[in-house]
Antibody, heavy 117, light 106 residues
């Protein structure tokens, strides 16, 4: 069965960067996009972008250009998202999600990123 | 960017009651997708391609709509349906979600 296992919670300082991971199993990692979605406390869902691990192609929500960088390691079936120049506005739960056509059939459990000095 | 406006923002229903959540799109979309999210959990797909029930989802849930107006209906509310519901479109980039509807049990 498809599983997306995300890395643990992070406490990071303002101005720093953080890299979170999403390890995929149960399907061919290189055959599907991996998307990332942000959810601030008490707020809705915001799409960040996707990466196609097969060739490394990416597509970002313009709002996250320069903030998020998506990468993937085919050898370990793991997708990564690096967030840079962190501020309190980046404090959120971040989900990875694998689509099926135009919807998200599979979600990771979420990674909480807290930006605080 | 297509903005999805959900209504109501918050609502409560008694067991057995019918619940309808609406999602209005700022431009026409070809399909709508619906998710349920319980506190502390990841979103769970309920409805895909406007009206198709995802695997394992009870048939008291249904979806309908076209163009700029879509809805999610729970035919008979159950306690386990208390959650926040989100609509989602990907007819155009960027992919967007609605702001959410919190459904509580009376």
């Amino acid at each position: 069965q498809v599983q997306l296992q995300q890395s643990g919670a992070e406490l990071v300082k303002p101005g720093s960067s953080v890299k979170i991971s999403c390890k995929a199993s149960g399907y061919t990692f290189t055959s599907y996009d991996m998307h990332w979605i942000k959810q601030q406390p008490g707020n809705g869902l915001e799409w960040i972008g996707w990466i196609y691990p097969g060739n490394g192609n990416t597509k970002y929500n313009q709002k996250f250009n320069g903030k998020a960088t998506l990468t993937a390691d085919k050898s370990s079936s793991t997708a990564y998202m690096q967030l840079s120049s962190l501020t309190s506005e980046d404090s959120a739960v971040y989900f990875c999600a694998r689509p099926r056509a135009n919807w998200f059939a599979y979600w990771g459990q979420g990674t909480l990123v807290t930006v605080s000095s | 960017e297509i903005v999805l406006t959900q209504s109501p923002t918050t609502t409560a229903a008694s067991p057995g009651e019918k619940v309808t959540i609406t999602c209005l799109a700022s431009s026409s979309v070809s399909n709508m997708y619906w998710y349920q999210q319980k506190s502390g959990a990841s979103p769970k797909l309920l409805i895909y391609s406007t009206s198709s029930l995802a695997s394992g989802v009870p048939d008291r849930f249904s979806g309908s709509g076209s163009g700029t107006s879509y809805s999610l209906t729970i035919n008979t509310m159950e306690a386990e349906d208390a959650a926040t519901y989100y609509c989602q479109q990907w007819s155009s980039n960027p992919l967007t979600f609605g702001s959410g509807t919190k459904l509580e049990i009376k």
